[in-house]
């Protein structure tokens, strides 16, 4: 198993507390509204690259144009020695919805992204490849159209016919009430039983099932966060909410990593988006779950139950 110390933890905490800060408070909304907040865009696009960069990685950028205003996303590559495996993509979307800094969404992302890029020695390069991306336009009126930078992204996957294994999306991971009991459990999470807004949830479509089943085993040995799987039909609202539905979109599988979002957190895309709503101490230990669970993902045998590519939908 992938050894993460206290001190570790700790680190972590340091670092997310920091990262998002900068992003929600310093930078703050950052979109393609107006000029000021495309400028806020590309503030956070170089801290992202910066922090890469300072943590030992070579940076790819893959720029794409959306009214007129280029942009791009962020990647970084650990490469593994089994070059004929399949790939693992990780990800997170570092824009926001227009009138929120959007400190849960999705600087918690983008802040364990960087995490996860600082911790890479930790993970095994034995097996897979495993490929780390910041993903831009996410957020409406770009999300699930052509120029979503998700869907940019895996659309050039699939026209270089790679083979991966699935993607994980990091989105809205930083809110979590460990005391509260909410009355009732909004659809579809009516399907986990207690609804105590402490845990973190893995979604997938019908055809991620195993995917999802891996990272949640994952999450439960390490013990730290209480994680539930949910798999229901990719088309279904919530379900298809990040950038996993980009690759389902090009026939690959993913998940995503959520606190659930507007399924629990009042402040989504408001403007009261802020630092001080996220749980840093859980925040680090679902950045470490999701460390071990790309590391386990990245040393497992393939199987005709984990090919990367199915058929495009």
């Keep these: 198993m992938l050894e993460i110390t206290e001190s570790d933890l700790d680190d972590s905490v340091t670092h997310l507390r920091r990262d998002v800060t900068v992003l929600a408070s310093e930078i703050g909304e950052r979109n393609l509204r107006d000029e000021p907040r495309r400028r806020s865009l590309a503030a956070a696009r170089e801290y992202i690259v910066s922090e890469l960069v300072a943590a030992g990685h070579a940076v790819q950028r893959q720029s794409y144009t959306v009214r007129d205003v280029a942009v791009e996303n962020i990647e970084i590559e650990l490469p593994g020695k089994d070059n004929e495996a399949e790939s693992i993509v990780v990800g997170a979307h570092y824009d926001t919805a227009e009138g929120t800094p959007g400190a849960n969404d999705n600087s918690s992302g983008v802040a364990a992204l960087l995490e996860i890029a600082r911790g890479a020695a930790k993970i095994s390069r034995e097996g897979r490849t495993v490929r780390l991306v910041a993903f831009c336009t996410e957020e409406p009126p770009y999300t699930r159209t052509p120029v979503m930078g998700s869907w940019v992204y895996a659309r050039a996957c699939r026209r270089r016919r790679d083979r991966l294994l699935g ?47 891996e990272v949640v085993r994952s999450f439960e040995r390490q013990g730290q966060v209480r994680c539930k799987g949910v798999v229901l039909p990719g088309a279904l609202p919530g379900v298809r909410s990040s950038d996993q539905w980009s690759f389902w979109k090009e026939g690959y599988r993913g998940v995503m990593l959520t606190d659930t979002a507007f399924l629990r957190y009042r402040h989504y895309h408001r403007p009261t988006d802020t630092p001080d709503k996220l749980d840093f101490e859980r925040l680090a230990q679902v950045t470490s779950g999701a460390m071990r669970a790309i590391h386990r993902l990245a040393m497992s045998p393939a199987s005709s139950q984990a090919i990367g590519a199915t058929r495009p939908r």
Excluded: C, K, Q
């Design 167 to 213: 993607m994980l999306s990091l989105e809205t991971i930083g809110y979590y009430a460990r005391s509260r009991r909410a009355e009732h459990a909004p659809f579809p999470l009516n399907y986990v039983s207690p609804w105590r807004p402490d845990f973190l949830a893995v979604f997938g479509n019908l055809s991620s099932r195993e995917l999802v089943a």
